[in-house]
């Protein structure tokens, strides 16, 4: 299998290194501005040869190119698999994909946690989650200067909003569609960056469960915990320290840990999904959806 990595950035040598290790795997060329002297590779998308000849294609690019990417692969190429980092772009932006398939890159739905509180969640009516997720910029990339990163460009799709889009999607794959939002997205540490740092959502989901979000650059112990609360059952997961508890309105508390894992593992499940029954994927339909809420938000804080 022939494979196409758009991309070389710290993501894109990611799924380089995952992609790598599938045995079905044969070949791997990449699209970057770098010279790999090891590898085949084109400097942009329009150089490519013979673009027909592979069977899965990897967007990991800058997210203000991925609409561009993706309206050429789909004039250009016919009955591929193409996946998509996310955010799928940097504001929403209608796209109709007719001759090929396109997933995008929602890593955390391949995460146990989140697929147990999944099935924890069925046949219960919800009634209110919370999501809260932080942690530091400049301590996310050993080596790189923070302020060179695209995280820290808006012009580039950066920014707490489009960087950390992980807690919209599972916030919709769990509680569903986002109908009504109010949000405060601003730029407010002396992180010297011009894209938000802190973005901070109210609202109501189409299954009728309230909600909360909260996300930022700016926190020195990192945090990503959900905590959903139904009629029956209170429910909290922390997804650094892998620990859920459940509660039941009788006092008892359940605690389920899972083992610890690499963050690769969780990138080889989505490619193996991918190449395989799609379980789980975050589907283009779905992708939109989630660009709809992000432009919700960003229309809410313009000016």
Known sequence: MKVLLIGYGSIGKRHYEVLS???????????????????????????????????????????????????????????KIILCEKPLFDTYRNIEVKNNSVYVGYVLRFHLL???????????????????CGSYLPSWRPGID?????????EQGGGVLLDLSHEIDYTQWLFGTVNTISSIQSKISDLEIDSDDIVMAVGKTDKNAA??????????????????????????????????????????VETVEIESFDRNDLFRKMHLSALGEKENLCTLEEGLSVMKTISMIQEQNNG
Request: glycine share 4%; proline share 0%.
């Open 21 to 79: 290790e599938i045995d079905r795997v044969t070949q791997i060329d990449i699209v970057t501005a770098q010279t790999l002297s090891e590898l085949t590779t084109y400097k942009t998308i329009d150089q490519v040869e013979n673009l027909e000849s592979y069977d899965y294609i990897v967007i990991a690019s800058e997210t203000y190119k991925h609409f561009d990417q993706i309206d050429y692969l789909e004039k250009n190429t016919k009955n």
């Open 146 to 154: 923070y302020r060179k990163s695209y995280s820290a460009s808006k």
């Open 211 to 252: 909600f909360s979000i909260s996300m930022d650059y700016i926190s020195k112990i990192s945090m990503r915990e959900i905590t959903v609360h139904t009629n029956e059952k209170t429910i909290q997961a922390d997804l650094i320290k892998n620990t859920l508890q459940v509660g039941t309105k009788e006092g008892g």
């Open 114 to 132: 989140l697929q147990k509180i999944r099935v924890l969640l069925k046949g219960e009516e919800l009634l209110f989650a919370q999501i809260k």
